[in-house]
């Protein structure tokens, strides 16, 4: 490249290069600076600890473990529901229903809602005295007391169904699309063969979806241990440890508790551990890319 | 694909005419540069301005959480201040978030110069950035022959003491205590007890009559902490009550508390807490109490302020303390508080006129207004006399008290707070025994003790428990 149309490129590149750096790269920085202090968020007055809230964090925090657990449990369950309620319904929508187009909006539908609206929604459904749930459950539990959805024995299933439902059209689309993509000539060729639907799915559909499942899969993972706006408004601002998760934990300790080092530096472990799961996953799921 | 917009729809102006160039983009671009730099310098030279008028004292800034008390009455104190002290500006402003506005004040050195909010006080003062009041504790209340630290009710100031220096005033006040029906007790003959024994008895008079006994805010489980705690009271004594409010080391492990424990989950076994209690709000479980499904409810003295605009007409309410323990070494008297609290930041623009300012907000007029408008107890002397009829039985639990308690733990240490709410949830629906619960809660302690980053705090038994 020559000098001059080197410079110009720099020229151009550095605006967004000063931006990235203002608004990612320096708050990262300082973030990363002030996990290693003690201090309250609210005064002057920092200690420097080093490493001590990390130390803290890992080795004498019973709570981040619970909150790590319940992470886990967010990135599994509801991670192995969706994708497969949304590869079904994806691969019975692409078999040429009547009102496909219909369910296909439907599914989507919940994704222009705000979670906050969404969480709001099942709310009410978990009410114990007037949520539809229990209503519709009643006449198969006479004389029995409603069942409390959301206490300390039944919150994490109960939280799985919203995050399912409004999960579901975003990927439900993602693989429709992946699928709209692959030869119908390879189907018939598979017929032709004698393979049953079932075959067809798991030797075709599978095989050349795979990219869009490793990337459904990572953000169903960047999702489960980041989640936070579900939890907290669920627990009405107040997570018990029968819920609590790495975020909203991050959350109490930064605002409640007025340890906003400490906070922080439960913020940088999450981001550690996002990166870690999601550099996992792709390794786990690499395959040799099929050309078609 | 969308066609750009003219530049001069973005600057305000007329779209260029036909298909010209628009000559006067380049003019356009900068208008709302210099307009926002406009803006910036205006609003940067108010915020000048009113501090320089804080500085000289002419003006006082006050923040408020404006939560259940409303800001009406806050408003008026300012309005009257005004009034007493000519060319004197309050500038009083409420939000339910104040928290979230306050934060970046203190950090950016220029907090109001008094406030009420939600925030971990504290640390706070543990921080530097609150002003100590002893010296104006000294001087005189508004109003009366007597200081100003004299003015206040003995119980209430104790708690505001961080190692010989008092940060905070209270102002509001409740007592927790049992509410019950005043008409289903009537109705049925039912009597407030005066021991657990009593009680339970009447707890389980209340189910055989085919209603719930207690409605219990479950989603909140820390309502569920003063039965504990009370019941332990009675039981055990002040010393033991002390030692687990200042961590002392196996303070939460007293058999006692263990027992106390165990009685608290048996009440939920034998269904005295209302069925699906523990997925309600305190609002909801409130509702349950008002509109006559249950007997009883466990709650402050706020709960007639809180449900007056949805409490059915005709319904009558009336509180009990919790009884007594036969053969306890508590005094069955002693009474539990919450209060709410006052402070003047130390980096305050107008440090005194923050602290004149709560001296008049605390002054017995004041304080007699706010308890007869706002039917809240009021840790100023002589203000209960003003409360609603409703409240008497609460105003006779403070007189009658030997000395009154407030669980400082709480307020000192958010993370222990958290974790004993977390427990009673656990303890309340059977996932962890009575024994579990208190070794969860010392264990939490136990990390808070050797926690550096936290500051230890304690307060002594009033001269009063000895006796």
């Known amino acids: 490249m020559r000098r001059d149309a080197r410079r110009t490129v720099v020229l151009f590149l550095l605006p967004a290069g000063a931006l990235y750096a203002v608004l990612f790269l320096y708050p990262v920085a300082s973030s990363l600076a002030l996990s290693l202090y003690d201090w309250d968020g609210f005064t002057q007055k920092r200690t420097f600890v080093g490493l001590g809230n990390f130390a803290r964090l890992l080795g004498d925090d019973p709570m981040f473990w619970t909150a790590l657990k319940h992470n886990l449990f967010f990135l599994s369950v509801p991670t192995v529901v969706t994708l497969t309620a949304a590869l079904f319904f994806a691969a019975v929508l692409t078999s040429r229903i009547r009102g496909a187009r219909f369910f296909r909006i439907t599914y989507f539908f919940p994704n222009v809602i705000s979670m906050v609206a969404i969480t709001l929604l099942w709310f009410f459904i978990y009410n114990p005295n007037f949520g539809l749930l229990n209503a519709v459950l009643r006449p198969f539990l006479p004389g029995k007391e409603p069942i409390v959805w959301l206490d300390p024995n039944h919150i994490m299933g109960s939280l799985v169904a919203p995050i399912v439902w409004c999960s579901l059209g975003f990927y439900l689309v993602l693989f429709l699309a992946g699928m709209d993509n692959i030869p119908q000539t390879y189907y018939d060729a598979a017929k032709v063969d004698g393979a049953n639907p079932w075959q067809q799915f798991r030797s075709i559909t599978v095989p050349l979806l795979w990219d869009v499942i490793t990337m459904a899969v990572v953000f169903l993972i960047i999702g489960g241990l980041r989640i936070f706006d579900l939890i907290y408004v669920m627990a009405l601002g107040y997570p018990t440890e029968h819920s609590q998760v790495i975020a909203t934990y991050l959350y109490e300790q930064a605002f409640s508790n007025a340890h906003m080092g400490y906070g922080i530096a439960i913020a940088v472990v999450l981001f550690a551990l996002v990166f870690a799961a999601t550099a996992v996953a792709m390794r786990l799921m690499r395959r040799e890319r099929l050309e078609y | ?467």
């Open chain 2, 1 to 467: 694909m969308a066609a750009e917009p003219p530049a001069a729809s973005l600057a305000g102006g007329a779209p260029p005419a036909g298909g010209a160039p628009p000559a006067h983009k380049t003019v356009a671009r900068p208008f709302p540069i210099i307009a926002a730099a406009l803006l910036l310098a205006v609003v940067g030279g108010c915020a000048r301005k009113e501090r320089v008028e804080r500085k000289a004292g002419r003006e006082i800034e006050v923040s408020a959480f404006l939560g259940g008390y409303g800001l009406d009455f806050f408003q008026e104190v300012a309005r009257s201040y005004e009034r007493t002290h000519p060319g004197v500006k309050v500038n009083l402003w409420g939000d339910p978030r104040n928290i979230e506005k306050l934060r970046p004040r203190f950090l950016g050195g220029d907090p109001p110069d008094a406030f009420w909010a939600f925030l971990p006080i504290w640390r706070l003062a543990d921080g530097g950035a609150l002003h100590a009041l002893n010296a104006d504790l000294d001087t005189p209340a508004y109003g009366q022959d007597i200081s100003w630290r004299d003015s206040f009710l003995p119980g209430p100031l104790a708690t505001t003491v961080v190692e010989g220096k008092t940060y905070f005033v209270p102002t509001d006040m409740s007592v927790f205590v049992m509410w019950y029906s005043v008409g289903m007790f009537k109705q049925h003959g039912w009597r407030p007890p005066a021991t657990w024994d009593e009680f339970f008895t009447l707890c389980e008079s209340i189910k055989q009559a085919g209603i719930a006994p207690i409605a219990f805010q479950g989603r909140y489980p820390d309502y569920a902490l003063p039965i504990l705690l009370n019941l332990f009271q009675r039981k055990a004594g002040a010393r033991p009550l002390f030692a687990l409010i200042n961590l002392e080391p196996g303070a939460w492990t007293h058999p006692d508390l263990v027992g106390s424990a165990r009685t608290l989950r048996e009440m939920m076994v034998k269904g005295y807490f209302q069925p699906g209690c523990m997925g309600m709000t305190h609002t909801e479980a409130q509702m349950e109490f008002v509109n006559a499904r249950t007997a009883m409810v466990p709650c402050g003295t706020w709960l007639k302020a809180e449900m007056a605009n949805t409490t059915p007409k005709g319904f009558e309410m009336s509180c009990f303390a919790f009884p007594a323990v036969p053969g306890g070494k508590g005094d069955p008297s002693v009474a539990e508080i919450s209060l709410g609290y006052w402070c003047v930041p130390e980096r305050g623009a107008n440090i005194e006129g923050g602290v004149d300012f709560l001296k008049w907000l605390t002054s017995q007029d004041n304080a007699n207004k706010f308890a007869r408008e706002k039917d809240t107890l009021f840790a100023v002397k002589g203000a209960d006399r003003y409360v609603a009829k409703e409240l008497a039985p609460a105003v006779q639990i403070i007189r009658r008290a030997k000395y009154t308690w407030a669980p400082m733990m709480s307020n000192w240490y958010p993370e222990l707070s958290k974790r004993i709410a977390d427990g009673l949830a656990s303890l309340m629906t059977g996932n962890i025994t009575p024994e579990e619960f208190c070794r969860r809660v010392e264990d939490t302690a136990a990390r808070i003790r050797r926690d550096p980053r936290t500051p230890k705090y304690r307060i002594e038994p009033p001269p009063e428990a000895a006796r």
